[in-house]
């Protein structure tokens, strides 16, 4: 399969590959590596009582394609700085053009979503 430029970028550097650990961390998880595609985020998060809680940094493990690998380490970059949302940076379709997604690949993105979600579930 040929994988588009930005694909390949987030895919072989996996910024913001990794866990966090300690207090103030949000995890979430969705898939599994059996179907072939799981994800995991981590969200260090802080916050004043009357403020809402802002991610400081994101960090992501996923098992699966690299258009898995590289969505997750995109969305996890660009996360520091935001309020803790359910919503992705990006709507999952939005996503999909940018990374050249094929349709039926769909499904993963939705994995990711999960994950995210589950994470921000959390706070």
């Known amino acids: 399969m040929r994988y588009s430029a930005l694909t390949r970028r ?50 992501f493990l996923a098992f699966g394609c690299p258009h898995t690998i590289a969505v997750a380490a995109w969305v996890a970059e660009q996360a520091a700085g935001h309020p803790v949302s359910a919503e992705l ?17 769909l499904g993963r993105l939705l994995v990711v979503e999960d994950a995210w979600r589950a994470a921000a579930a959390r706070k």
Do not use: H, M
């Open 10 to 59: 987030y895919f072989e550097a996996a910024p913001c590959a990794g866990t966090l650990e300690g207090p103030g961390i949000l995890s979430g998880a969705a898939g599994s590596r059996s179907l072939g595609t799981w994800v995991r985020f981590d969200l260090r998060v802080a916050g004043a009582a009357n403020r809402p809680a802002v991610i400081v940094e994101a960090r």
């Open 89 to 105: 940076p990006q709507p999952v379709d939005a996503l999909r053009r940018s990374f050249d997604v094929p349709v039926e690949k």
